[in-house]
T-cell receptor, first 113, second 112 residues
């Protein structure tokens, strides 16, 4: 069975410092992995996706994630945080019943001026 | 513009009433989904549909019902049997069942 664990429920950084949001997954086969972002009272927007091509995936707004099969991780990073990055981030793995997506519980990112 | 629309944005309901949330997409996607979001819980799948006139229960289908009479529409009814319906509801669609999903803006339902 597939599952995903976001290791931090809340991360706080200062503007201009690096961002690291951690995600571990469990899958019985090579999964597709996604990161989505949600601003308050909005829908989810896709940041990036991994689908068994390059292990380093670049997304929108300067975010990137690295797929590490040996560590079953797919951590999200950004070199320099911006105030507009403050939001909730979801790590997602494919492979639920009939191929549905399975969502982590989310990490809320706060950015201090 | 292609996308997914949900209406209304905010919805208030009295206990014991059924209410229907609208979801429409013009992306020509085959698959559509309904999720419920509660603080700290992530997204939980209520129902999904891979094709017109067919749908399956997700993880928390009790107290909800859906229909899929048209490809572009997937309304969700929250019935009086749902014990704790106050939540944020998100609709999504995808080209196929295991790919990237596109989300609507959500409907916040409050039971008074």
């Amino acid at each position: 069975a597939q599952s995903v664990t976001q290791l931090d429920s809340h991360v706080s950084v200062s503007e201009g410092t690096p961002v690291l949001l951690r995600c571990n997954y469990s899958s019985s086969y090579s999964p597709s992995l996604f990161w989505y972002v949600q601003h308050p009272n909005k829908g989810l927007q896709l940041l990036l996706k991994y689908t068994s091509a390059a292990t380093l995936v670049k997304g929108i707004n300067g975010f990137e994630a690295e797929f590490k099969k040996s560590e079953t991780s797919f951590h999200l990073t950004k070199p320099s945080a911006h105030m507009s990055d403050a939001a909730e981030y979801f790590c997602v793995v494919s492979g639920g019943s009939q191929g549905n997506l399975i969502f982590g519980k989310g990490t809320k990112l706060s950015v201090k001026p | 513009d292609g996308g997914i629309t949900q209406s209304p944005k905010y919805l208030f309901r009295k206990e014991g009433q059924n209410v229907t949330l609208s979801c429409e997409q013009n992306l020509n996607h085959d698959a559509m989904y309904w999720y419920r979001q509660d603080p700290g819980q992530g997204l939980r799948l209520i129902y999904y549909s891979q094709i017109v006139n067919d749908f399956q229960k997700g993880d928390i289908a009790e107290g909800y019902s859906v229909s899929r009479e048209k490809k572009e529409s997937f309304p969700l009814t929250v019935t009086s049997a749902q014990k704790n319906p106050t939540a944020f509801y998100l609709c999504a669609s995808s080209i196929r069942g295991d790919g990237e999903q596109f989300f609507g803006p959500g409907t916040r339902l409050t039971v008074l």
